[in-house]
């Protein structure tokens, strides 16, 4: 049989593994006060004690009131806590990001100076017109034979005339200009 220790120790430890990861903010807790069980987000909570003991105030209840603003003081604590880690979170989370920036920045930097450092030492080597590059001579014998359709020019195929755009009149048949034009300038 398991000893009540051993089974209540890892209980709390899987309590407070799983606290560390849930946002408290905007977690709803079920808080066992003296008037009953008060459930919410602990800024609901806070309000509902606060409310609590002000009623018991104005009852003259001393005691229920020093009660109600201690639970709402419980509350408040956990409330601050979880606002303290978050904001150290973002101030941390920002550092990183800063961080990163600043070695983006680096890089692109060192990239850009290599990038003129080679251009400029390319530039003694290379001209920076393409044009005036040396080009390859194709004109040679690439051991190619050439056809009859390479050497002869090709003939011009005549253009179809513009028709112009009448308001509402039929266009006009525009005469040919070349006799030989042949069936398709008719169209």
Do not use: C, W
């Not at 008037?35 to 105030?57: C, F, H, M, S």
């Not at 201690?70 to 150290?88: I, K």
């Not at 020019?153 to 009149?169: A, S, V």
């Amino acid at each position: 049989m398991r000893s009540s220790k051993s089974r209540s120790r890892s209980k709390n430890n899987r309590n407070n593994n799983n606290r560390s990861g849930v946002n408290v903010v905007n977690r709803v807790f079920d808080s066992s006060g003296p008037e009953g069980k008060v459930r919410g987000t602990p800024q609901q909570i806070i309000e509902k004690y606060n409310q609590l003991a002000r009623d018991a105030q104005l009852a003259g209840d001393r005691v229920a009131t020093e009660n109600f603003q201690q639970h709402a003081e419980h509350y408040l604590r956990l409330l601050a806590e979880a606002m303290r880690e978050q904001e150290a979170k973002r101030e941390q989370q920002e550092a990183q990001n800063r961080d990163r920036q600043a070695e983006r920045d680096r890089e692109r930097n060192e990239r850009i100076e290599r990038q003129e450092r080679e251009s400029n030492s390319g530039q003694a080597q290379q001209p920076t017109d393409p044009a005036s590059a040396p080009q390859p001579d194709v004109a040679g014998d690439s051991g190619l034979v050439a056809t009859p359709e390479e050497t002869a020019p090709k003939p011009k195929r005549p253009r179809k005339p513009r028709r112009k755009k009448n308001d509402g009149e039929q266009p006009q048949a525009q005469p040919d200009a070349s006799p030989e034009a042949g069936p398709e300038a008719a169209e």
